[in-house]
């Protein structure tokens, strides 16, 4: 079987985020579902090791932010190749508590935002599918970012320069084919938003 089908099954990006005990977790995802109309419920499924999903399973709601086509892939790193166990997602991309209490990316990069209260939940190996009511929802006009379009800017994510050694990136694993030396320190990762000292030659 060609795995690689399942990519042209049309996705968006999205970050989808929690809250519990005082907290919010919040991670890149691609799968969310609208289910119904009336009442007005989606779904979205979450892998059971991330803490998001400890953070749905536990205070039964959740949110979505919707990301614009002109997304930063920093912000997508950001909240999909780092743990909220032992990094602050949040430091760099502010987020405000909604009506749930889950949290709501402020900036130019969400095309819309929902939330949501758990209805129903279903564990199906490694991940589990959350479906929820739908209380929250703020529109704007920009396009969204498909799953599509998010691997067709990653790839596109070259560096170019005069040296040869290559260098990857130990977060996400992104490859600066040539030029790594000569990048400014303050340089991150365009996937993921680390900086140089997560990189390593090889």
């Not at 990006?13 to 907290?23: A, L, M, Q, R, T």
């Not at 067709?152 to 005069?162: D, E, G, L, R, T």
């Not at 040869?164 to 040539?178: D, L, N, P, Q």
Request: proline share 3%.
């Amino acid at each position: 079987m060609d795995m690689k089908t399942l990519f042209k099954i049309s996705y968006g990006i999205y970050v989808v985020g929690s809250c519990f005990d005082g907290k919010m977790n919040a991670q890149t995802a691609n799968s969310v579902l609208q289910i119904n109309n009336e009442p007005a419920t989606v779904a979205i499924s979450l892998n059971n090791n991330n803490l998001t999903n400890e953070f749905v399973n536990q205070s039964g709601v959740f949110s979505i932010n919707i990301l614009a086509a002109d997304t930063d892939l920093a912000l997508i790193g950001n909240f999909g190749f780092q743990s909220g166990r032992d990094y602050d997602k949040f430091k760099d991309y502010p987020a405000t508590a909604g009506v749930t209490g889950s949290p709501i990316l402020t900036g130019a990069s969400i095309a819309g935002t929902l939330e949501a209260e758990v209805i129903e939940k279903l564990k199906v190996g490694t991940h589990t599918i959350f479906v929820g009511k739908i209380v929250a929802a703020e529109n704007t006009d920009k396009d969204v970012m498909t799953y599509a379009m998010y691997h067709q800017k990653k790839n596109a994510a070259k560096i170019a320069s005069s040296t040869t050694k290559a260098y990857k990136c130990s977060v996400c694993g992104y490859v600066v084919e040539s030029g790594f030396e000569d990048l400014p320190a303050d340089w991150v990762c365009p996937v993921c938003g680390v900086g140089k000292d997560k990189f390593f030659p090889i």
